[in-house]
Protein backbone atom coordinates (compact mmCIF):
# COMPACT_ATOMS: atom_id res chain seq x y z
CA UNK A 1 0.00 0.00 0.00
CA UNK A 2 1.00 3.33 -0.84
CA UNK A 3 0.96 6.58 1.39
CA UNK A 4 -0.64 9.17 0.10
CA UNK A 5 1.79 12.70 -0.13
CA UNK A 6 1.14 14.86 2.40
CA UNK A 7 -0.14 17.83 0.08
CA UNK A 8 -1.61 21.05 1.75
CA UNK A 9 -4.20 21.78 -0.93
CA UNK A 10 -4.34 25.20 -0.14
CA UNK A 11 -0.96 26.38 -2.34
CA UNK A 12 -0.58 30.10 -0.66
CA UNK A 13 -2.51 32.15 1.98
CA UNK A 14 -2.42 35.56 1.60
CA UNK A 15 -4.54 36.34 5.15
CA UNK A 16 -7.83 35.40 5.30
CA UNK A 17 -7.34 35.00 1.01
CA UNK A 18 -6.60 31.18 0.45
CA UNK A 19 -5.27 30.17 -3.41
CA UNK A 20 -5.84 26.48 -4.12
CA UNK A 21 -4.06 23.93 -6.01
CA UNK A 22 -7.13 23.13 -7.87
CA UNK A 23 -7.25 26.96 -9.00
CA UNK A 24 -3.80 27.07 -9.62
CA UNK A 25 -4.28 24.28 -11.87
CA UNK A 26 -6.96 25.59 -13.62
CA UNK A 27 -4.60 28.74 -14.72
CA UNK A 28 -1.90 26.48 -15.50
CA UNK A 29 -4.56 24.89 -17.85
CA UNK A 30 -5.29 27.69 -19.78
CA UNK A 31 -1.94 29.45 -19.94
CA UNK A 32 -0.60 25.95 -21.30
CA UNK A 33 -3.53 25.85 -23.71
CA UNK A 34 -2.57 29.22 -24.88
CA UNK A 35 0.82 28.73 -25.89
CA UNK A 36 0.11 25.76 -27.70
CA UNK A 37 -2.45 27.49 -29.19
CA UNK A 38 -0.20 30.46 -30.57
CA UNK A 39 1.97 27.70 -31.48
CA UNK A 40 -0.21 25.70 -33.74
CA UNK A 41 -2.09 28.88 -35.13
CA UNK A 42 1.48 29.64 -37.29
CA UNK A 43 0.90 26.43 -39.13
CA UNK A 44 -0.47 27.06 -42.76
CA UNK A 45 -3.30 25.36 -42.60
CA UNK A 46 -4.50 27.01 -39.08
CA UNK A 47 -8.11 28.73 -38.99
CA UNK A 48 -7.03 31.03 -36.45
CA UNK A 49 -4.74 33.65 -36.68
CA UNK A 50 -1.88 34.05 -33.49
CA UNK A 51 -3.89 37.12 -33.18
CA UNK A 52 -7.05 35.74 -32.54
CA UNK A 53 -5.97 33.28 -30.02
CA UNK A 54 -6.72 35.37 -26.82
CA UNK A 55 -10.38 35.37 -27.62
CA UNK A 56 -10.37 31.91 -28.38
CA UNK A 57 -9.18 30.91 -24.80
CA UNK A 58 -11.59 33.50 -23.09
CA UNK A 59 -13.93 32.00 -24.70
CA UNK A 60 -12.85 28.45 -24.21
CA UNK A 61 -12.51 29.73 -20.50
CA UNK A 62 -16.44 30.59 -19.97
CA UNK A 63 -17.28 28.04 -22.21
CA UNK A 64 -15.52 25.29 -19.48
CA UNK A 65 -16.53 27.13 -16.36
CA UNK A 66 -20.07 27.92 -17.15
CA UNK A 67 -20.61 24.57 -18.78
CA UNK A 68 -18.73 22.31 -16.10
CA UNK A 69 -20.40 23.98 -13.23
CA UNK A 70 -24.09 23.90 -15.09
CA UNK A 71 -22.90 20.34 -16.42
CA UNK A 72 -22.73 19.17 -12.55
CA UNK A 73 -25.93 20.15 -11.58
CA UNK A 74 -27.56 17.95 -14.44
CA UNK A 75 -25.77 15.37 -14.41
CA UNK A 76 -24.91 14.85 -10.98
CA UNK A 77 -26.88 16.79 -8.13
CA UNK A 78 -29.97 17.71 -10.11
CA UNK A 79 -32.42 16.75 -6.71
CA UNK A 80 -30.91 18.84 -4.69
CA UNK A 81 -30.52 21.73 -7.37
CA UNK A 82 -34.15 22.15 -8.06
CA UNK A 83 -34.81 22.58 -4.79
CA UNK A 84 -32.49 25.34 -4.43
CA UNK A 85 -31.60 27.17 -7.47
CA UNK A 86 -28.82 29.67 -6.00
CA UNK A 87 -26.54 25.86 -5.31
CA UNK A 88 -25.52 26.88 -9.29
CA UNK A 89 -23.27 29.81 -8.26
CA UNK A 90 -21.85 28.30 -5.16
CA UNK A 91 -18.92 27.07 -6.95
CA UNK A 92 -16.76 26.96 -3.70
CA UNK A 93 -18.98 23.98 -2.47
CA UNK A 94 -17.06 21.93 -5.26
CA UNK A 95 -19.21 20.01 -8.34
CA UNK A 96 -17.70 20.56 -12.09
CA UNK A 97 -18.37 18.00 -15.10
CA UNK A 98 -16.15 17.06 -17.45
CA UNK A 99 -18.71 16.95 -19.88
CA UNK A 100 -20.49 19.63 -19.03
CA UNK A 101 -17.35 21.70 -19.71
CA UNK A 102 -17.25 20.05 -23.10
CA UNK A 103 -20.56 20.95 -24.04
CA UNK A 104 -19.80 24.18 -22.71
CA UNK A 105 -16.90 24.56 -24.97
CA UNK A 106 -18.48 23.53 -28.15
CA UNK A 107 -20.95 26.06 -27.43
CA UNK A 108 -18.38 28.41 -27.46
CA UNK A 109 -17.63 27.36 -29.86
CA UNK A 110 -20.21 28.16 -31.69
CA UNK A 111 -19.99 31.16 -30.77
CA UNK A 112 -16.31 31.72 -31.86
CA UNK A 113 -16.67 30.23 -35.04
CA UNK A 114 -19.89 32.56 -36.05
CA UNK A 115 -17.99 35.74 -34.88
CA UNK A 116 -15.35 34.79 -36.76
CA UNK A 117 -16.45 33.08 -39.93
CA UNK A 118 -14.34 30.18 -39.19
CA UNK A 119 -15.90 26.22 -39.88
CA UNK A 120 -16.94 24.77 -37.05
CA UNK A 121 -15.17 21.72 -37.24
CA UNK A 122 -12.20 23.35 -38.24
CA UNK A 123 -12.04 24.96 -34.93
CA UNK A 124 -12.97 22.23 -32.80
CA UNK A 125 -10.05 20.48 -35.03
CA UNK A 126 -7.61 23.24 -33.90
CA UNK A 127 -9.12 22.78 -30.01
CA UNK A 128 -8.54 19.38 -29.61
CA UNK A 129 -5.06 19.29 -29.12
CA UNK A 130 -4.93 21.80 -26.18
CA UNK A 131 -7.61 20.44 -24.35
CA UNK A 132 -5.55 17.05 -22.75
CA UNK A 133 -3.14 18.91 -20.68
CA UNK A 134 -5.53 20.88 -19.20
CA UNK A 135 -7.14 17.46 -18.07
CA UNK A 136 -3.98 16.18 -16.77
CA UNK A 137 -3.44 19.21 -14.55
CA UNK A 138 -7.13 19.38 -13.47
CA UNK A 139 -6.56 15.30 -12.49
CA UNK A 140 -3.47 16.37 -10.88
CA UNK A 141 -5.92 19.01 -8.87
CA UNK A 142 -8.13 16.23 -8.09
CA UNK A 143 -5.51 13.89 -6.11
CA UNK A 144 -3.67 17.21 -4.70
CA UNK A 145 -7.54 18.30 -3.21
CA UNK A 146 -8.48 14.09 -2.69
CA UNK A 147 -11.51 14.11 -4.30
CA UNK A 148 -12.40 11.59 -6.53
CA UNK A 149 -10.59 8.40 -5.31
CA UNK A 150 -10.78 5.15 -6.96
CA UNK A 151 -12.33 1.90 -5.51
CA UNK A 152 -11.11 0.15 -2.55
CA UNK A 153 -8.32 -2.14 -3.83
CA UNK A 154 -5.86 -5.02 -2.94
CA UNK A 155 -3.26 -3.84 -5.70
CA UNK A 156 0.26 -2.98 -3.96
CA UNK A 157 -0.19 0.45 -5.41
CA UNK A 158 -3.87 0.90 -3.83
CA UNK A 159 -3.02 3.97 -1.97
CA UNK A 160 -4.60 5.31 1.70
CA UNK A 161 -6.22 9.07 1.33
CA UNK A 162 -6.60 10.94 4.97
CA UNK A 163 -9.80 11.86 4.03
CA UNK A 164 -11.23 9.16 3.52
CA UNK A 165 -13.65 8.40 6.28
CA UNK A 166 -13.34 4.64 5.54
CA UNK A 167 -9.42 4.22 5.75
CA UNK A 168 -9.46 2.12 2.89
CA UNK A 169 -6.28 1.01 0.22
CA UNK A 170 -8.05 2.48 -2.57
CA UNK A 171 -6.95 2.89 -6.27
CA UNK A 172 -5.55 6.20 -7.68
CA UNK A 173 -7.74 6.75 -10.12
CA UNK A 174 -6.85 10.63 -10.35
CA UNK A 175 -3.78 9.65 -11.66
CA UNK A 176 -4.71 7.49 -13.79
CA UNK A 177 -6.74 9.73 -15.55
CA UNK A 178 -4.14 12.21 -15.00
CA UNK A 179 -2.10 10.09 -17.06
CA UNK A 180 -4.38 8.90 -19.98
CA UNK A 181 -6.85 11.28 -20.27
CA UNK A 182 -3.50 13.77 -19.97
CA UNK A 183 -0.76 13.14 -21.01
CA UNK A 184 -1.37 9.95 -23.32
CA UNK A 185 -4.23 11.74 -25.11
CA UNK A 186 -1.81 14.17 -25.57
CA UNK A 187 1.09 12.77 -27.41
CA UNK A 188 -1.28 10.86 -29.53
CA UNK A 189 -3.59 13.92 -30.68
CA UNK A 190 -0.29 16.11 -31.11
CA UNK A 191 1.20 13.10 -33.01
CA UNK A 192 -2.42 12.57 -35.41
CA UNK A 193 -2.78 16.72 -35.81
CA UNK A 194 1.07 17.20 -36.82
CA UNK A 195 -0.52 17.28 -40.70
CA UNK A 196 -3.63 18.44 -42.27
CA UNK A 197 -6.60 15.96 -41.52
CA UNK A 198 -10.36 15.64 -42.74
CA UNK A 199 -12.62 18.19 -40.90
CA UNK A 200 -13.43 16.31 -37.97
CA UNK A 201 -10.97 13.91 -37.67
CA UNK A 202 -9.06 15.33 -35.22
CA UNK A 203 -12.49 15.96 -33.19
CA UNK A 204 -13.37 12.41 -33.01
CA UNK A 205 -9.80 11.14 -31.69
CA UNK A 206 -10.27 13.33 -28.90
CA UNK A 207 -13.80 11.99 -28.40
CA UNK A 208 -12.76 8.73 -28.97
CA UNK A 209 -9.92 8.66 -27.34
CA UNK A 210 -11.38 10.14 -23.62
CA UNK A 211 -14.32 8.41 -24.00
CA UNK A 212 -12.93 4.95 -24.06
CA UNK A 213 -9.97 5.78 -21.26
CA UNK A 214 -12.95 7.32 -18.69
CA UNK A 215 -15.27 4.38 -19.49
CA UNK A 216 -12.11 2.11 -18.67
CA UNK A 217 -11.28 4.19 -15.42
CA UNK A 218 -15.01 4.14 -14.21
CA UNK A 219 -14.40 0.51 -13.46
CA UNK A 220 -12.12 1.52 -10.56
CA UNK A 221 -13.28 5.27 -9.96
CA UNK A 222 -15.61 5.19 -6.91
CA UNK A 223 -18.83 6.52 -7.67
CA UNK A 224 -20.28 10.11 -6.63
CA UNK A 225 -21.64 9.68 -2.90
CA UNK A 226 -24.95 10.22 -4.46
CA UNK A 227 -24.79 7.50 -7.13
CA UNK A 228 -23.27 4.44 -4.09
CA UNK A 229 -25.65 1.74 -4.21
CA UNK A 230 -27.89 3.07 -7.25
CA UNK A 231 -28.64 0.53 -10.17
CA UNK A 232 -28.55 2.45 -14.14
CA UNK A 233 -31.94 2.47 -14.96
CA UNK A 234 -31.93 0.09 -17.46
CA UNK A 235 -31.80 -3.61 -16.30
CA UNK A 236 -29.42 -5.59 -18.76
CA UNK A 237 -26.55 -2.76 -18.54
CA UNK A 238 -26.93 -1.92 -14.30
CA UNK A 239 -23.17 -1.99 -13.96
CA UNK A 240 -22.74 0.89 -16.11
CA UNK A 241 -21.92 4.50 -14.21
CA UNK A 242 -23.03 7.01 -14.75
CA UNK A 243 -19.74 8.62 -16.40
CA UNK A 244 -19.93 5.40 -18.86
CA UNK A 245 -23.35 6.36 -19.71
CA UNK A 246 -22.05 9.89 -20.30
CA UNK A 247 -19.01 8.92 -22.12
CA UNK A 248 -20.82 6.36 -24.84
CA UNK A 249 -22.45 9.22 -26.88
CA UNK A 250 -18.91 10.34 -27.00
CA UNK A 251 -17.31 7.10 -28.43
CA UNK A 252 -20.13 6.83 -30.67
CA UNK A 253 -19.61 10.37 -32.06
CA UNK A 254 -15.89 9.62 -32.37
CA UNK A 255 -15.86 6.73 -34.16
CA UNK A 256 -18.24 8.99 -36.72
CA UNK A 257 -16.29 11.31 -37.16
CA UNK A 258 -12.96 9.26 -37.76
CA UNK A 259 -15.24 6.75 -39.77
CA UNK A 260 -12.41 7.30 -42.94
CA UNK A 261 -9.91 6.49 -41.15
CA UNK A 262 -10.95 3.43 -39.34
CA UNK A 263 -12.22 2.08 -42.48
CA UNK A 264 -8.54 2.58 -44.02
CA UNK A 265 -6.81 1.06 -41.13
CA UNK A 266 -9.46 -2.27 -41.11
CA UNK A 267 -10.34 -2.02 -44.55
CA UNK A 268 -7.71 -0.86 -46.74
CA UNK A 269 -7.78 2.57 -48.85
CA UNK A 270 -11.14 3.35 -50.25
CA UNK A 271 -11.51 2.26 -54.39
CA UNK A 272 -14.26 5.77 -54.56
Not at 100 to 110: M, Q, S, T
Not at 149 to 154: F, Q
Not at 253 to 259: E, I, K, S, T, V
Request: aromatic share 16%.
Amino acid sequence: MLAYPQIDPVALSLGPLQIHWYGVMYLLAFAIAWQLGARNSRRSWSPIKPVQIEDLIVYGAWGVILGGRVGYMLFYSLGPWLDDPTLVFRIWQGGMSFHGGLLGVICAALLFARKYQVPFLSLTDFIAPLVPTGLLFGRLGNFIGQELWGRPTDAPWGMLFPADPEQLARHPSQLYEAFGEGLLLFVLISWFARKPRLYGEVSGLFLLGYGVVRFAVEFVRQPDAQFVGQQASIDLLDWMTRGQWLCVPMILAGLWFMRKTVQRVFLGPSRD
